[in-house]
């Protein structure tokens, strides 16, 4: 894989508009990371490095759908019973061998291989037996009760695309193809730190006063583990440029992506800027979003650099909305964009407009049963019980000032944005 460009950030000093900067991101990011071939019961949140075209039929061969009795449609009678005697049982796995003539009825069951020259199965239950003959009713139509061969996926069928991630499902289709092992992209190497003199791990379990506890480096963890990465924890830089100089010169090597969080304003001791443009390049993005500050883009040698805001909420609303198609598209995913769903807003609002804001909201029933956006009543941006108590958040685009109750308005599930 090649690697980024020295000044692929690089934006101007206008306040850039979301959109704006997503696309920047998709244009300018690419797959970073190399493959390697895992056994399948591991490929879980995996993404798949290839495309996967399938060597075989699914299913193999036409097979009996129930527990009945193959004939010949041509065989029935139309408009009475027709009597046929039984010549034959076939159970799964168990394959007749040889082929079938007119006239004749065999016992078969779920999962069997309908044998050559049968094409239509009646059910077990709609059926009657007298001595060694089985009596069947009119009625039904030609193939009733019969899979078709390849039915599910046909022999050079592409099933499933390089970039496409690995669900249960996914995996259960690589399996119905007869794959043991997949071709993944290797997973994604973050070093994620968190700054701040007044930042202390809470696994030291107490806090000096004025010292609140790191919160953003287990929670962006959190989120680069969903997404698949391999996380190093590097701990809680304090405010001093030689620490933090240091310190990000030693992990870049080693990681693909460095992420911090805190520091990145233009205050007197924000020192995170300065230093990674020493080590290599980086911007500024004034991102007309709130929640969220000023986040920092750029790159320490071969390595990828996100500086997110201090604030917890800040943190972890840029870290879904901005950082994670860019941590997505560096680790090979093809579809970075979370779906979002139109739901009716259970709330009015005035928003000022020329920015997108994001709302902590749950989604609940109203008297007729119909799903609403209700917001959390406290819009602090660091509240992070609020994170906790919500589902999703409402997007408010840039052109919006005003939200009516009943508006369709965009809903983000957390789901859709940690995975
Ligand atoms: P900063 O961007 O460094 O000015 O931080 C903005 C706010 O977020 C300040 O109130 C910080 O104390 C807080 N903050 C920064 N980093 C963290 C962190 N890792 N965990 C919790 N709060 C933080
Ligand atoms: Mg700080």
Redesign the pocket.
């Given at each position: 894989m090649t690697g980024l460009q020295d000044d692929c950030f690089k934006i101007g000093d206008d306040l850039l508009p979301f959109e704006d900067g997503l696309k920047i991101l998709k244009a300018r990011a690419h797959r970073v990371v190399g493959s390697e071939i895992v056994p399948l019961i591991q490929a879980l949140g995996r993404v798949l490095a290839e495309d996967i075209q399938s060597s075989l039929n699914v299913p193999p061969h036409d097979n009996s759908a129930v527990d009945g009795y193959a004939v010949r449609f041509s065989d029935l009678s139309q408009t009475t019973e027709t009597r046929l005697p039984v010549t034959a049982r076939i159970a799964a796995g168990h394959p007749l061998g040889r082929c079938t003539e007119p006239g004749e009825a065999a016992q078969i069951f779920t999962g069997a291989p309908v044998p050559d020259g049968m094409d239509t199965i009646f059910m077990q239950e709609d059926v009657a037996l007298d001595g060694d003959a089985v009596l069947l009713p009119p009625g039904i139509r030609p193939s009733a009760n019969r899979r078709l061969k390849g039915e599910d996926v046909k022999q050079g069928d592409v099933i499933l695309r390089a970039g496409q991630v690995l669900r249960a499902q996914e995996i259960g289709l690589a399996a119905s193809v007869g794959l043991g092992q997949l071709k993944v992209c290797k997973r994604l190497r973050a070093a994620v730190f968190?700054?701040?003199d007044?930042?202390a791990d809470p696994s030291d379990g107490r806090a000096n006063v004025g010292a609140?506890?790191?919160?953003?480096?287990y929670s962006i963890a959190a989120l680069l583990r969903g997404l698949g990465c391999e996380v190093t924890d590097l701990g809680?830089l304090s405010d001093k440029v030689g620490e933090i100089r240091s310190a990000l010169h030693d992990a870049a090597p080693g990681h693909d992506l460095i992420l911090t969080?805190?520091?990145?304003?233009l205050?007197e001791?924000?020192h995170i800027t300065r230093v990674v443009e020493s080590l290599g390049s980086i911007d500024f993005w004034r991102l007309a979003i709130k929640p969220g500050?000023p986040m920092a883009l750029g790159k320490i040698v071969d390595t990828a650099f996100v500086g997110l805001?201090?604030?917890?909420v800040?943190?972890m609303v840029t870290f879904m909305r901005i950082a994670r198609p860019l941590v997505l598209i560096l680790a090979g995913r093809m579809d970075v964009d979370p779906h979002v769903f139109k739901v009716p807003a259970g709330f009015a609002m005035h928003k000022k407009s020329g920015r997108r804001e994001w709302l902590r909201a749950s989604l609940q029933a109203d008297a007729g049963g119909t799903l609403c956006a209700m917001l959390y009543p406290h819009r602090g941006s660091?509240m992070l019980t609020s994170m906790v108590a919500s589902h999703g958040l409402v997007e408010l685009p840039e052109d919006v000032a005003v939200v009516e109750e009943g508006q369709l308005v965009d809903f983000l599930p957390y789901a859709e944005m940690t995975q």
């Open positions: 968190s700054t701040g007044e930042i609140v506890f790191d919160v953003n480096r809680i969080s805190g520091g990145v304003s205050g001791e924000d500050r805001p201090g604030n917890p800040a943190a660091g």
